[in-house]
């Protein structure tokens, strides 16, 4: 019995004198955080940069929360201040590294910050290789995408300066900037910086294409392929990924515009006219779409058809005068098929029109320029009173069927 209670007893002088001691601890470490953060708020980080070094090596997670921040404050300040002597200079460098990784092990929920920090350091101050410095802006970036843009704009920059035709660097860098100019429209300086990643439109196509074809899954890669050929003016390249994107959206109205286009432009006409109709069944009273699809039928030869859209862009449009100038073209190409007077009444139908486009928009130039090309080739006075036509009277056009009007004499 004896025994036993010797042996309680030791126990619980063994536990006091633990406790005691952990609680001297956490009362040394209190102190050193204390000094730390009162140094630091008065910024003397040369005098706080002891203490925090002490509490971090006692125990790195007990105020992850701040003292981190608050280091990382102290080492910059002192590394960037012209008055911190060189040896203090290569003492932050040789120890910054280090901080930011205890930062990333102890304050796991900030570690995308404290990895990004750590590349830029990695890169600016520590001058260590893009083989080093890449991989962690990646790993960065992964752990929080919501990153500043500044940090992906120096991992697109790495890229682009180590791009090699192997390694896809370029694309890796564009993918970049299409990001950079989805979250900033209004900012130029990113599309600025994709006309700097190659020499010429032709290779960045090269690039895009490239990288969809490895992956034909892939809306976002097809999307920058179908974007870059419009921008190049290659049509053609533009129509298979745009094709592909619709299949994910068949009622993606802006898709489908660019598709039409495209096939307008490559000239199948058939493929435009049934996209259009597409289009003008998701949005029928969009003006454009009736006006594209009235140009589709002006290109095909289809006059009659052309027409009626153009007056329907033109009604939607509330008396929108461009349907109505393209209205007069019509009627103008087709007095070709006339002879002698028909043909110069054919002219003053398109006459009239193309004036009555000019009513509607005085600031439409092309009416203006048609209506004085054709004041010198529609019927004259002399016309009239030999066929013994006045004034008011109204002369049906036989000549040219579609049309199924009447000019009035003025």
Known sequence: MKILLKTFVLS????????????ADSMKILE????????????????????????LEANPEKYSKWIYYKMEDCL????????????????????ILYLYDLAIKYRPEDRGYFEARKAYVSENWLALPATIVIPEYEQAIAWQPGLSSFYYDRLAQLYKNNAT????????????YNLLSEREPDNEIWNTRKKDLVENIDELLAIVKA??????????????YASVAIQASIYKDAIAPLEFLISQEPDNAGLLAQLASAYQKTDNLKEAEKTYKKIISLQPNNKDNYFNLGIIYKDMGKFAQARSEFIKASEKGNNWALPIYYEAYLYEQSASNC?????????????????KALALDGSLDQARDRINALSGVIPTKEDYFFRGIKPGQSIPITCVGWIGKSVTIP
């Open 339 to 355: 002879s002698d007077f028909d043909r110069k009444v054919v002219y003053l139908l398109a006459y009239q029109t193309y004036k």
């Open 32 to 55: 050193n955080y204390s000094l730390f953060s009162e140094y630091q708020k008065n910024k003397d980080c040369e005098s706080a940069l002891p203490y925090g070094w002490k509490v």
């Open 211 to 224: 990288a969809w074809e490895k992956d034909k899954t892939s809306p976002k890669k097809a999307k920058e």
């Open 12 to 23: 619980i002088t063994l536990f006091m004198s633990l406790s005691l001691a952990q609680t």
């Open 76 to 95: 910059w300040a002192l590394h960037d201040s012209s008055s911190t002597p060189p040896e203090m200079v290569k003492s932050i460098n040789d120890t």
């Open 165 to 176: 035709e192997e390694n896809g660097y370029k694309l890796k860098a564009l993918e970049i």
